[in-house]
């Protein structure tokens, strides 16, 4: 069974409470406490061994557990708030504290959240932030609103944390400066807060890119019962991807322009009017947009290589529960 | 660097934030999205090994990990309204997740929270609730407000779960039925929901004793800078603790009603005036209500044993950083 069959089976339950307006199966859930008030909420868990390596530097880390969170109300279009962490850690290491403690409060002032609560308990290293947003009643970008014909787009550039990742581990070979630049993308990812919140009344479907481009837009298209077709050619990456995929790494480039995990982009649909819109909006934020398929009415996905024929076999996404 | 100077070395900082009213630091935050409209939140973060034992019934573990969090609610005051999950579990395990599940959510229903939200993933096994309640704006139950001349109260009996965990661990002997009826207060306690929203305008200052009765009203004295005299004599307990209080395992009783945390009693402060209240409320609520001494001006906490005497040595709180 994986993640998603899992929380499915076991977690997800109708409710009769009419004030939650998306309950489990979104980036954030959404309620309405009072009239006219409605809170995006969230929670990530970043295990140690799983999502950070043991020796990760502990003032990306701080910064990591709270962008994920930051990414997710990103998806949602809602304007970040509050947020909560439970920690249970090995021992009381002030300097590791110190600095994850610096990293976590650097980006929160830079947007403006409020740590609110907490609880830390001794443990095998587990770091779980809740995390608290408010939209205007009704704005909030779910995965279920793209239709036929829209576009579809994804900000910045794809594979850049798989891709490190795989030269971390030996995989593939990166030079040095390449190395820090893509590192950086893995360690400290830049969740897209001030593009989510542009992107309201504008993306019929939204969703942060955290499992892989073709997992996270196949929830795009299971909640809004449509189709797509995306052109790899068209996917944005850096220059040390786009060797790759002519070469004998395509493989690898493959796997990380579709299946890359932890780059912390937003994947969303737009109506084709919307283009003008865009183009305003990746000027404004700063952050690149590129148009990289088109939602259909025939369900599935349709992954085109770079001579247009339809890929047979393509990477998947990445299952906490499989793998 | 016990538990609570970690949290307020790291963690506590002020907020420029006129939204967030209470924030680090009570059994729960509060925040006002809107006007008129306040939430309180709290996070709880149970680990095994260290909060349960690998062997623990899935389904009182399910219980559990939701009653921890329901039971910051109450000492607030506020009504639970909505759940959010964040596990990290050794497997996918589907008989484990089917009895946790059960657990959790009959306890939810029976409080009307939904769950919200969640995350899962793979790793040491680890369960992280944040719970969201409503409250009247203003309305919430601090732990600052206790004033000299209050009376203390706690609710139900305290040290039960201690207690039993020590028969479990064969640091003492009980009989077949009593052990039975205590494990369920330490593996299924019971949230004081009710009982906290009765409170509001009623206790000064309140908490719930999930650490113990010193520890945790020590929080009480600190925030609100008074003192207490307490009464050994008075604080509500079993008959299998009675016993134990004058014989040889006194010790081990004297811990259990003033160190015994996991017993998720409220413990509160109110002015003598509100006796009437309380009898009225402790019958409503079907729960036993017990003063067990007095809130003074001079600070400090003063246990007093049964032939009127301040006790020299007193138990002290649980802290997990220390154990």
Chains 1, 2 share one sequence.
Not at 107 to 127: S, Y
Not at 147 to 172: E, F, H
Request: with cysteine.
């Amino acid at each position: 069974m994986n993640e998603f069959a899992l929380i499915e089976r076991f977690f997800q339950r109708s409710t009769h409470d009419s004030a939650v307006r998306i309950g489990i199966g979104d980036d954030a859930a959404v309620v309405a406490p009072a009239p006219g008030c409605e809170l995006a909420i969230s929670v990530d868990m970043l295990v140690e061994g799983r999502h950070f390596l043991p020796d990760v530097d502990p003032e990306s880390l701080g910064h990591k557990t709270l962008a994920v969170n930051l990414s997710d109300l990103a998806a949602m279009g809602a304007k970040p708030r509050w947020a909560l962490l439970g920690g249970a850690l090995p021992d009381a290491d002030e300097r590791w504290l110190a600095a994850f403690t610096r990293g976590l409060f650097a980006l929160a002032d830079r947007f403006d959240v409020a740590l609110i609560g907490g609880d830390t308990t001794r443990g095998p290293r587990n770091l779980c932030v809740t995390i608290i947003g408010e939209l205007p009643a009704g704005c909030a970008i779910t995965r279920a609103g793209a239709r036929p014909g829209d576009d579809v787009y994804v900000s910045g550039t794809l594979g850049d944390a798989m891709l490190v990742l795989a030269a971390l581990q030996g995989r593939t070979v990166l030079d040095e400066a390449t190395l820090a630049a893509l590192r950086a993308r893995l360690e400290r990812p830049e969740p897209r807060v001030a593009l989510g919140q542009r992107l309201r009344g504008v993306a019929t479907a939204a969703l942060d890119v955290s499992d892989g481009l073709v997992g996270d837009l196949g929830h795009i298209l299971e909640r809004s019962r449509v189709g797509a077709q995306i052109d790899v050619a068209s996917i944005p990456r850096v220059p040390a991807l786009d060797e790759r995929l002519g070469g004998r790494e395509r493989e690898l480039a493959l796997s990380c322009l579709l299946a890359g995990g932890d780059d912390y982009e937003l994947c969303f649909a737009a109506a084709a009017a919307a283009r003008d819109a865009l183009r305003a909006i990746a000027r404004d934020t700063g952050v690149p947009l590129t148009r990289i398929g088109t939602i259909t009415a025939q369900t599935g996905l349709r992954v085109v290589d770079e001579n247009g024929n339809a890929m047979a076999a393509v990477p998947g996404a990445f299952d906490h529960f499989r793998q």
